[in-house]
Nanobody, 124 residues
Framework: QVQLVESGGGLVQPGGSLRLSCAAS????????MGWFRQAPGKEREFVAA????????YYADSVKGRFTISRDNVKNTVYLQMNSLKPEDTAVYYC?????????????????WGQGTQVTVSS
């Protein structure tokens, strides 16, 4: 069993930045690819970013490329999402997830464990 706890969400003005963190339990963190997904009100959950087991490879949705950066620290058992140049359309609940199979990382159904989510609101 892997427990994931997100933090770092909040209210930010357009153009601002936030860094989300996801802390994972257990000693097998490095065996999981990690991803971030988000769900806006009235919309389906969508892929945001993912990183490989080592953190050496990263993947992003087109909507966030150049603005968001995913990273991980396998010593601290933590994955991060640095969000810059935030837009109102980035407003959503952001979820981190762990994927043991580590394939098709853009699919929510690929993932084995999910956090509870953290709210990000971009508004003036």
């Amino acid at each position: 069993q892997v427990q994931l706890v997100e933090s770092g969400g909040g209210l930010v003005q357009p153009g601002g930045s936030l860094r989300l963190s996801c802390a994972a339990s257990g000693r097998t963190f490095s065996r999981y690819a990690m991803g971030w997904f988000r769900q806006a009100p009235g919309k389906e959950r969508e892929f945001v970013a993912a990183t490989s087991r080592s953190g050496g490879a990263t993947y992003y949705a087109d909507s966030v490329k150049g603005r968001f950066t995913i990273s991980r620290d396998n010593v601290k058992n933590t994955v991060y999402l640095q969000m810059n140049s935030l837009k109102p359309e980035d407003t959503a609940v952001y979820y981190c997830a762990a994927d043991l199979k580590a394939t098709r990382l853009w699919l929510g159904t690929e993932y084995d464990y999910w956090g509870q989510g953290t709210q990000v609101t971009v508004s003036s």
